[in-house]
């Protein structure tokens, strides 16, 4: 049953998102628009952190909107972890095959040195973009608030010059990096570990949090219940 | 008038005693007690501000309540005030979506769910999406996902608003027949001339104190 019922919050916010058309082309025009506005190698860094903007935006956006209905949808039989899981699903599904066809866009544009780590660059970028975007909408209480912190951690990450490990795309960068510069190592096993690491964080911060908001404060009946009424509350009858 | 202090004596499968809730410094209840047995028909009534979507979302257990204890016997059917859709769904979707949710395939909850749309006098597409119904008919859709599964326990919050006036009759006669069913119901409600189709009033004090008053049909 519980993969019946995640399968189907993944199938409805899939549904949610494709009538979302305007969405779908902002998704894909954002990152292109970072990426064509970059030069030389930084293109590359540009496509993939607009990529990463855009995939935690539309994370943000879907978790935000489920704030009303999960409660219900929790009540209606739902466990919270099966509500975030069936969207975690479908966003990771369409951060995938958006990384695909970035990774096309830039191969056919920038012929990268290394092609096979720009794919798994892309991939991992989007990897972590919907755990990141999914975070911050179980932590930050309004959308507004949220998109501002999102322009925030993608903003430090396109001005920044030199990587930082504490940031959570630390590990996107040094890879689309690696792709991109022929002259750098070709290890990414360090970068890999601490992206899988920060995905591991903000996934596990989601949960709790999502977990503790649409909770249920319910107990069952004891055998024999207390008086209906306080004593001395004023009963009337007509 | 008769002065009672206890009102059951076996288990109720909604029994919630001493409730307080406070928002911020407001005391919006303070020591409500509510309990409703089966085959019977609560109405929760009080002016604006009395905390009667509250009291209703503590027991539906969506609130925490900052002191008392509400006791349930099974995951309610609940009807919230404000329709909680998901415009670009459609109205099978959502049957689908919440009768996964009570263990119903999609066959199924689609058949019940609809039955229930037409008892209501939906008038619409099941493919319509949400967003593009009309304020009666999302009200109509609201409950329907509330009595999906047919759950034991219902709790609704002003469900009619936006029913025109033949919809509202049948959503009494469906109060009746959930009552001869056996299931509890708590419906919160401001229409006092049907109040009489309740079997007890429960009225919340406007201003937070012990009191409440309850009266027998």
């Not at chain 1, 830039?106 to 991939?123: C, F, K, W």
């Not at chain 2, 307080?20 to 209840?29: E, I, N």
Request: hydrophobic share 50%.
């Amino acid at each position: 049953m519980t993969t019946r019922r995640i399968m189907v919050i993944c199938e409805m916010h899939g549904h949610t998102l494709l009538r979302r058309r305007l969405t779908m082309l902002l998704l894909v025009a954002l990152p292109l628009a970072l990426y064509l506005s970059g030069h030389g190698y930084v293109r590359i860094e540009f496509g993939g952190l607009g990529l990463a903007w855009a995939i935690a935006t539309v994370s943000l956006f879907t978790l935000q909107a489920g704030r009303t209905i999960d409660p219900f949808l929790a009540l209606s039989g739902y466990r919270p972890f099966e509500l975030l899981l069936g969207r975690l699903i479908l966003l990771e599904g369409v951060g995938a095959a958006l990384a695909v066809l970035f990774w096309v866009i830039m191969s056919l544009g920038e012929d990268p040195p290394r092609p096979a780590t720009l794919l798994v660059a892309l991939l991992v970028t989007a990897g972590i973009a919907v755990p990141m975007g999914i975070a911050i909408a179980a932590l930050v209480p309004r959308e507004l608030e949220g998109v501002l912190v999102l322009i925030g951690i993608v903003a430090v990450a396109m001005v920044m010059e030199n990587n930082s490990v504490l940031h959570p795309l630390y590990g996107s960068r040094e890879i689309l990096n690696t792709a991109a510069l022929a002259e750098r190592d070709a290890g990414i096993g360090a970068a890999t570990l601490h992206a899988l690491g920060v995905a591991s964080s903000l996934w596990a911060v989601s949960l709790v949090a999502w977990m503790t908001r649409v909770r249920l404060h319910l107990r069952p009946p004891s055998v024999a219940p207390k008086p209906a009424v306080a004593s001395g509350s004023p009963v009337t009858t007509d | 008038m008769t002065i009672l202090t206890a009102v059951t004596s076996t288990a109720a499968p909604l029994a919630a005693q001493g409730i307080v809730k406070r928002f911020g410094d407001k005391a919006v209840l303070n020591g409500i007690d509510v309990t409703v047995q089966r085959g019977e028909v609560v109405a929760l009534v009080g002016e604006n501000g009395a905390g009667k979507t509250t009291m209703l979302r503590i027991c539906a257990g969506l609130l925490a309540p900052d002191e008392g204890v509400v006791s349930i016997a099974s995951s309610p059917g609940f009807c919230p005030q404000d329709p909680c859709l998901m415009d670009l769904l459609s109205t099978e979707e959502h049957l689908t979506l919440f009768g996964a949710g009570r263990g119903m395939s999609r066959d199924h909850a689609r058949d019940a769910g609809l039955r229930l749309l037409t008892s209501l006098g939906f008038h619409g597409s099941p493919a319509d999406l949400t967003g593009e119904l009309s304020g009666g008919s999302r009200q109509k859709l609201n409950l329907t996902l509330a009595l999906l599964g047919d759950p034991e326990i219902l709790l609704l919050d002003e469900p009619y608003q936006g029913f025109d006036r033949n919809s509202y009759v049948d959503f009494w006669d469906l109060v009746d027949r959930w009552r001869d069913a056996g299931k509890a119901t708590l419906v919160v409600t401001h229409v006092l001339t049907e109040l009489h189709r309740a079997d007890r009033v429960i009225d919340l004090p406007a201003t937070p104190s012990a009191d409440t008053r309850v009266s027998r049909r």
